[in-house]
Nanobody
Framework: QVQLVESGGGLVQAGGSLRLSCAAS????????MGWFRQAPGKERELVAS???YYADSVKGRFTISRDNTKKMVYLQMSSLKPEDTAIYYC????????????WGQGTQVTVSS
């Protein structure tokens, strides 16, 4: 199993940047696929980025996911933020034997003001 804790959210003006961090604990972290999801009020949760180089069209060129297996950390660097990026952001892990992400953090709020 893996436990995930996000940090780094906050309030930022449009055009600004934030870096979200996800600290993982547990064994065999390097074997898990990692991703960042977000959920805005009234909307479904969506995959924003994964470490298999997937990016949602809405964030391509602005967001970058990275991971450091030695530190058991995953990051989401967000730049040129827009008000529509406002959401709760979740770090997620997927057991390589599964098709869906099965471990989730508690989420961190990102609010982008116009």
């Amino acid at each position: 199993q893996v436990q995930l804790v996000e940090s780094g959210g906050g309030l930022v003006q449009a055009g600004g940047s934030l870096r979200l961090s996800c600290a993982a604990s547990g064994r065999s972290f390097s074997s898990y696929a990692m991703g960042w999801f977000r959920q805005a009020p009234g909307k479904e949760r969506e995959l924003v980025a994964s470490d298999s180089a997937y990016y949602a069209d809405s964030v391509k060129g602005r967001f970058t996911i990275s991971r450091d297996n030695t530190k058991k950390m995953v990051y989401l660097q967000m730049s040129s933020l827009k008000p529509e990026d406002t959401a709760i952001y979740y770090c997620a892990a997927r057991d390589p034997a599964r098709l869906e992400y099965n471990y989730w953090g508690q989420g961190t709020q990102v609010t982008v003001s116009s």
